[in-house]
T-cell receptor
């Protein structure tokens, strides 16, 4: 069964600190992995997307890494800001029959305190 | 553990027909979100409900409507279907109370709607 596991489930950090969120998956065959930021009650905002051949991708203070051999990804947030408080969702897709089938992780809830 | 249930899993309709998608959240979850994901696209937030009241609205067309019932299940009603409505429709549920203060969303398996 294709699964996406994220850790930790929740995280509280102080403003200005760095943090790293983890995503492990068993989805196969792997096509791409996306990290989303989602505020409560709002739609998800795409942060990064990586394919099999990519190891790292940055988007401002967000840096995602991917190890396709161990099926692990991480999202590193540098110099956190209060506005980073949100859920961060890892979505791994496989290609099947001409379409992408996404499997959603349950997300990590990040709270940044002043 | 119980997960979010969506029905049907697959649906084929013709243009101008109507469709109703159902979502059954995890027990004790009070918030339901609906998303639409077209081929090769990011999920688009449609609408959300908290305690049977609409809490936020995204890019939901006027042809679509949704509601959350007393048992917390939700239905997405789609009328005058167009070819562009063909997509995966995901439902997610959450509960701040059950989640210990975190708003973790649990996604259902999705309903694949094909409009011919």
């Amino acid at each position: 069964k294709n699964q996406v596991e994220q850790s930790p489930q929740s995280l509280i950090i102080l403003e200005g600190k760095n943090c790293t969120l983890q995503c492990n998956y068993t989805v196969s065959p792997f096509s791409n992995l996306r990290w989303y930021k989602q505020d409560t009650g709002r739609g998800p905002v795409s942060l990064t997307i990586m394919t099999f051949s990519e190891n790292t991708k940055s988007n401002g203070r967000y840096t995602a890494t991917l190890d396709a051999d161990t099926k692990q990804s991480s999202l590193h947030i540098t110099a956190s800001q209060l506005s980073d408080s949100a859920s961060y969702i890892c979505v791994v897709s496989l290609a099947s029959g001409g379409s992408y089938i996404p499997t959603f992780g349950r997300g990590t809830s990040l709270i940044v305190h002043p | 553990a119980a997960g979010v249930i969506q029905s049907p899993r697959h649906l084929i309709k013709e243009k101008r027909e109507t469709a109703t998608l159902k979502c059954y959240p995890i027990p004790r979850h009070d918030t339901v979100y609906w998303y639409q994901q077209g081929p090769g696209q990011d999920p688009q937030f449609l609408i959300s409900f908290y305690e049977k009241m609409q809490s936020d609205k995204g890019s939901i067309p006027d042809r679509f409507s949704a509601q959350q019932f007393s048992d917390y299940h939700s239905e997405l009603n789609m009328s005058s279907l167009e070819l562009g409505d063909s997509a995966l429709y995901f439902c997610a549920s959450s509960s701040l109370a059950v989640g210990g203060g975190t708003d973790t969303q649990y996604f259902g398996p999705g309903t694949r709607l094909t409009v011919l």
